[in-house]
C-alpha cells in the first residue's frame, strides 16, 4: 500500500505563501487521484483541492484563485501552492489518495493518509 508523507508546512504572515509536499512511496504515484483537506481547531475535516490519477483538477471555492495543485510525477509528489494565505487558512493540512481516482471532494474517496502538516496563518 503506498504511503504518504507532507511536509512544508510552518508558520506564515498573511498575504504570504506556503508550499505543501505529499511525496509517495509508489513509483506509480502517477495513477493516484490525490486530495488535500484541512482541518482549523474545533473544525470538521474539510475539502481543499484535488487532482484525478488523469491530472483534472478542482478547488473548495475558499481557495479558487489562491491555492494550486500540481503533481511532478519524477518525484512521485504532489504538491500545494498557497498564495495570499488568511489566517482562516490555518489548519491541520492532509493528503489522500485513491489508486485511478476521480478528484473527488469527499475524504470517503481516498483510502489512503498522510500523517498531516501544521499550517499557522498569523495576522
Known amino acids: 500500500q503506498v504511503q504518504l508523507v507532507e511536509s512544508g508546512g510552518g508558520l506564515v504572515q498573511a498575504g504570504g505563501s506556503l508550499r505543501l509536499s505529499c511525496a509517495a512511496s509508489?513509483?506509480?504515484?502517477?495513477?493516484?487521484?490525490v486530495g488535500w483537506f484541512r482541518r482549523a481547531p474545533g473544525a470538521e475535516r474539510e475539502f481543499v483541492t484535488s487532482?484525478?490519477?488523469?491530472?483534472?483538477?478542482y478547488y473548495a471555492d475558499s481557495v479558487k484563485g489562491r491555492f494550486t495543485i500540481f503533481r511532478d510525477n519524477v518525484k512521485n509528489t504532489v504538491y500545494l501552492q498557497m498564495s495570499s494565505l488568511k489566517p482562516e487558512d490555518t489548519a491541520v493540512y492532509y493528503c489522500?489518495?485513491?489508486?485511478?481516482?476521480?478528484?473527488?471532494?469527499?475524504?470517503?474517496?481516498?483510502?489512503?493518509w498522510g500523517q498531516g502538516t501544521q499550517v499557522t496563518v498569523s495576522s
Open positions: 489522500a489518495a485513491r489508486f485511478r481516482g476521480a478528484a473527488a471532494v469527499s475524504t470517503t474517496e481516498y483510502n489512503v
Open positions: 509508489a513509483r506509480t504515484f502517477s495513477n493516484y487521484a
Open positions: 487532482i484525478s490519477w488523469s491530472d483534472s483538477t
